[in-house]
């Protein structure tokens, strides 16, 4: 069984989203495990699902360790994002894992990412749904 980790911040609305999504899609083929930079984050994102759930620094940094694909906004690998609540060590982790990265290109900083058009989260999520169902 695939180990998801979905990482999000401030109220965990992005991960909530995709927590959602991926368990109408997948349903118990595959483990979320939701880490939020703070408490009302992993809430969120255990309210939609997920199998378990962490918070912190530390608790990113180790279990980030153990997933097989690991789901995210952008703005989880810019050290400082999300009003600070991004820490070195968080983006550090998330960007340097062994796991596959599917990266949601949507940023409250002051980030645009050339090249791309902008997309309504909802699209956003169908696609990676799309992109899971071809590597799970």
């Keep these: 069984m695939k180990r998801i980790c979905v990482v999000d911040g401030q109220g965990g609305g ?3 989203a995709v927590i ?3 368990k109408d899609v997948f349903e118990e083929s595959i483990e979320i495990v939701a880490l939020g930079t703070n408490a009302i984050a992993t809430a969120q994102m255990l309210k939609a699902k997920a199998n378990k759930g962490a918070s912190g620094e530390n608790a990113i940094i180790q279990t980030i360790k153990t997933a ?3 789901i995210c906004p952008i703005s989880i690998l810019m050290v400082h994002a999300m009003m600070g609540e991004v820490t070195p060590g968080i ?6 894992c062994a796991a596959e990265k599917l990266i949601i290109p949507l940023s409250q900083e ?3 990412i050339m090249g791309l058009a902008p997309e309504p989260l909802p699209h956003l999520i169908d696609e990676l749904a799309k992109t899971l169902q071809n590597s799970v």
């Design 14 to 16: 992005i991960g909530s």
């Design 20 to 22: 959602k999504k991926l």
């Design 68 to 70: 097989d694909i690991v």
């Design 91 to 96: 983006a550090e982790a998330v960007a340097s």
């Design 110 to 112: 002051n980030v645009r």
